[in-house]
């Protein structure tokens, strides 16, 4: 697909789908934190999820809810409280909050629910009980920012996508939000996303359309290397662009979708990893000349995950024996006289072999918004792309002082 074209209007760009973000009162900030995205006919949902063994009610409740393959009528978030080892009553409590919200939505199709914030605490019930009226009576089709600004905690910025292209000669348009800024590697999705289209496809094209695009995306990023309890993508497609049923991806319909997708995840997580907590740079890595895509993925998100490397890249140092030894302990197996590693312009290995560089050049670019690093390890075709951030002071005095 060439005819995509970036639009605004984030979650609600697609035909038929409404947001809103109020204050519940769960934040001790007073800024808002309940959020609200909904289909105005029903929705066929995708999702993947943290693979952490300590997971939010949110998660399960979900999983279970996707894997029934059932239409839902769209997404309530709450930001303030993870609702994650709170035992029973946090299961009964998300239960509840996808109850109260379908029921003020006065709809027959279920409620996916998600939660953000900090892990053991009860989500405070009466508080959302109060708001939830409150957020439907909100839903507009102008929403999408008030829900992106209502799902973020330490996040410095909303972080939101849509993109409209043609499949089969119907405009199709994909929207997504997403927050995420520490806790951030995760072996899934990224904290939460969410996806909206107006695209008309089956419940099983759309899961795994959801889940490869998540693998080239939200898996390739990392902040800190901590996997969240709440790790979450979900997608609602729900048919309104007209178009005829995607049944299958092994079609240009199937595939266009699946680019379309692939973009929007792209981009958000992109946007997460550059607003790590207290990063200044967004970190780049993409390898290539491996036996496939999954190894070069690896080695690329060892590379960008090294505590060395973001460190260096914090304090302007152009020190590539870092990257070599990541690379070398990512698992995957090369030979290292065939490694090429590259900063920026500046060649710093080739066939395994020092190169001379200007080092106070070197060092300036590390001073971008945009740092790439481009690894080459052998003559095979794999190629893969992760993203990340470098480890600043401010990331230890942020997590230092989270619940205090």
């Not at 997504?176 to 094209?205: E, R």
Request: charged share 15%.
């Amino acid at each position: 697909m060439t005819n995509w074209q970036t639009i605004a209007g984030g979650v609600t760009a697609p035909q038929g789908f409404r947001a809103a973000g109020v204050t519940a009162g769960l934040k001790p900030s007073g800024a808002p934190d309940l959020a609200l995205i909904v289909s105005d006919t029903p929705a066929v949902a995708g999702g993947v999820f943290t693979t952490s063994v300590v997971r939010a009610a949110c998660v399960d409740l979900n999983e279970e809810l996707i894997r029934s393959r059932q239409l839902v009528a769209g997404i309530l978030c709450n930001a303030g409280q993870a609702n994650a080892c709170t035992g029973e009553e946090g299961r009964q409590n998300a239960m509840e909050c996808a109850h109260l919200t379908q029921t003020a939505l006065n709809s027959p199709y279920p409620v996916l629910v998600a939660s953000t914030g900090v892990i053991g605490r009860q989500l405070a019930m009466d508080l959302i009980r109060k708001a939830i009226p409150t957020v439907v009576a909100n839903l507009s089709k102008e929403g999408s920012e008030d829900a992106a600004r209502a799902i973020i905690t330490t996040d410095l910025v909303t972080k939101s996508v849509s993109i409209e292209g043609e499949i089969a000669g119907v405009p199709v348009r994909v929207g997504g939000m997403c927050k995420g800024s520490g806790m951030i590697h995760p072996n899934m999705a990224t904290m939460l996303a969410f996806l909206t289209t107006d695209a008309t496809v089956s419940a099983p094209v759309w899961q795994e359309i959801i889940s490869r695009a998540n693998t080239i995306s939200f898996n390739q990023i990392t902040v800190d290397g901590d996997t969240s309890t709440n790790d979450m993508l979900l997608g609602l497609a729900n048919g309104r662009s007209g178009m005829a049923e995607i049944t299958s991806l092994d079609t240009s319909a199937g595939q266009d979708l699946l680019e379309m997708v692939t973009l929007a995840c792209v981009e958000m997580a992109k946007k997460v990893a550059r607003d790590g907590e207290g990063a200044t740079c967004l970190l780049e890595v993409t390898v290539t000349g491996t036996d496939n895509d999954a190894s070069a993925r690896q080695v690329a998100k060892t590379v960008v995950g090294s505590s060395l490397v973001k460190s260096a890249v914090f304090g302007r140092d152009p020190n590539w024996g870092r990257i070599a030894a990541a690379c070398g302990r990512s698992g995957v197996n090369f030979d290292q006289m065939q490694m090429q590693i590259q900063l920026g312009d500046f060649v710093m290995m080739t066939a395994g072999t020092p190169q001379p560089f200007d080092r106070a050049q070197a060092s300036a670019y590390l001073k971008n918004e945009l740092v790439q690093i481009w690894i080459k390890l052998g003559d095979g075709t794999g190629k893969g792309t992760a993203w990340g951030c470098d480890l600043s002071y401010d990331y230890v005095k942020i997590n230092a002082e989270y619940t205090t």
